[in-house]
């Protein structure tokens, strides 16, 4: 099957390396829109446009499959996309229902883009699955930039959330809801910020067990580690076919940029 996974950036990457653990037989077509990013501080007309024109190249290159892999875009332009396109169409949601589920009283907190914060669709969901009113959201569009610039821990990681949290008694949470596929990257400076206790929650796990139901594939469950070791490593293991912006990646050094992310997404996996 080809599998075409879109983003306004790098973040999409976490639920394309996500596919590579449950689907590695697969083909796949990264698109990052690189000369948007962020969508978060886009309007909805401006975001819409995007998705449509990326999912309409994909869909040229004869993709089987469309995972929205950015919150943003799911929350204003999948169904604008889904009308117009005859082909299954997967988004993002913050993981808000598994956070709710699994933890026993406490506060949650969700982390996301301005415009997913803003959005009618997270605030459907919240009233469909937090009945006792325990989750709080915070915008951290910050990260997003971090994330573009491969800044993943540091001082300047740290100071962003320490700053945006220092409002809230942070001891009160029990987990934090990754509401933008760009924030995996950061795992361990969440831990610094918010306690070792802290549950880490995204969807991208069900995001791709869910492709893979729609499509009927059969999922690899083993847990074994994707250790990239070079390029050349990461074009024969894997089929992928890399897009920034309409362009194809065939440079040396932005797909040794790609597996960088790739091997912090593995470090940060089980985190």
């Known amino acids: 099957m080809k599998i075409g996974i879109l983003d306004s950036g790098m973040g999409g990457l976490s639920v394309l390396h996500e596919a590579y653990h449950q689907l590695p037989n697969e083909e796949y077509f990264f698109y990052a829109d690189e000369e948007h990013v962020p969508y978060g501080t886009k309007t909805k007309e401006q975001i819409t446009e995007y998705v449509d024109a990326i999912t309409n190249f994909l869909i040229e290159k004869g993709i089987d499959a469309l995972v929205v892999a950015c919150n943003t875009a799911t929350s204003v332009a999948i169904e604008t996309i889904r009308q117009k396109y005859d082909i299954p169409i997967l988004g993002m949601e913050p993981a808000v229902k598994p956070a709710v589920e699994g933890t026993d009283g406490k ?112 999922r690899n469950c083993g847990v074994e580690k994707i250790e990239i070791q070079d390029i050349d ?26 597996m960088k992310y790739h091997n912090r997404l593995e470090f940060v996996r089980d985190i």
């Open 107 to 218: 506060r949650i907190m969700v982390i996301a883009t301005p415009v997913t914060v803003r959005e009618n669709k997270l605030k459907t969901l919240l009233s469909r699955v937090d009945g006792e009113h325990r989750v709080d959201i915070k915008a951290t569009p910050g990260l997003v930039t971090f994330a573009e610039e491969q800044i993943f821990e540091g001082e300047e990681v740290t100071r962003y959330l320490t700053e945006t949290f220092a409002d809230i008694d942070k001891s009160g949470y029990q987990a934090l809801v990754l509401g933008c596929t760009h924030f995996n990257y950061f795992k361990p400076v969440y831990k610094e910020v918010f306690g070792e206790d802290i549950l880490l929650i995204d969807g991208n796990e069900g995001t791709v067990r869910h492709l893979a139901d729609v499509l009927s594939l059969t």
């Open 233 to 258: 490593d990461m074009k024969n293991r894997f089929h992928t076919t890399y897009f920034i912006s309409g362009k194809e990646v065939t440079d040396k050094k932005l797909l040794t940029k790609f």
